[in-house]
């Protein structure tokens, strides 16, 4: 069993998610890869292992299944220690226009980008609750606060992760466990390069130029500011949207 800190980051198999991920484990976190991809969570622990962190790669987890969540939490919890850290960053995303939006889409995104959340939160909790401590950041999505065309049910889906944030920072704080949102904005992972390949995006040259710091977000922008938000120094913040999108939405 691990003196350090157990953190689990959903979606670390690649992305902001991998990102996250060696971030933690460089500043001393025993890290969980949790992915329904279990090839790339083998690589991400396996790199970080290699780099003298300690990793455990938890593939074929599907988030929105909770008895797959309950599973691979228990063998994070088994295997590292009881589980003080979560980063509910795994997220599919979804481009239609409003009334093309099919029931079985609606349901998709919801249940992987909010109800996954919801299941490994509820999975993790008693740990945190027993520590009286412990640290949740939830991966949103700067289209949650300044709105998005022809992603309602995603945008939908991430505007819920900001109302669970906020109701559990209110619900959490009296025992020790902060909860906090990022909502990322135009970061250069595959979601993103998909998305621009297939031209959702239209030109990136003109994105960056509606971005005052005039570049676009790289997963490490991402890492750092998660970095900070489940250190013990961040234990006066809770409740908050912490915007790294390069000053887009403010
Ligand atoms: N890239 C951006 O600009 C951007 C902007 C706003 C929000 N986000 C959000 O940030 C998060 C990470 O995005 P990314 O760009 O790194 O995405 P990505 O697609 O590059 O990586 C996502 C990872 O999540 C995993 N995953 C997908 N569905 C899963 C499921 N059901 N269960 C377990 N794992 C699953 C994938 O296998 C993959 O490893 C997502 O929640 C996304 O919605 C991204």
Known sequence: MSERRTAVVTGAGKGMGEAIARRLARDGFAVAIVDVDGDSAERVASDI?????????VGGVDVSDRSQVDDAM???RDELGPILVLVNNAGITGFKRFLEITDEMWDRIIAVNLTGAFYCTRAVLPDMIDAAWGRIVNISSSSAQG???NMAHYVSSK???????KA???ELGPQGITVNTIPPGSIVTPMMQEAADRGRLGSLDELVERIPVRRLGEPDDIAAACAYLVSDEAGYVTGQIIGVNGGRVT
Do not use: D, W, Y
């Open 168 to 170: 559990l920072a209110h």
């Open 159 to 165: 505007a819920g992760l900001i109302g669970m944030t």
């Open 49 to 57: 292992r290699e780099a003298g962190g300690e990793a455990l790669a």
């Open 147 to 149: 709105g998005q065309q």
């Open 74 to 76: 228990q063998r994070v």
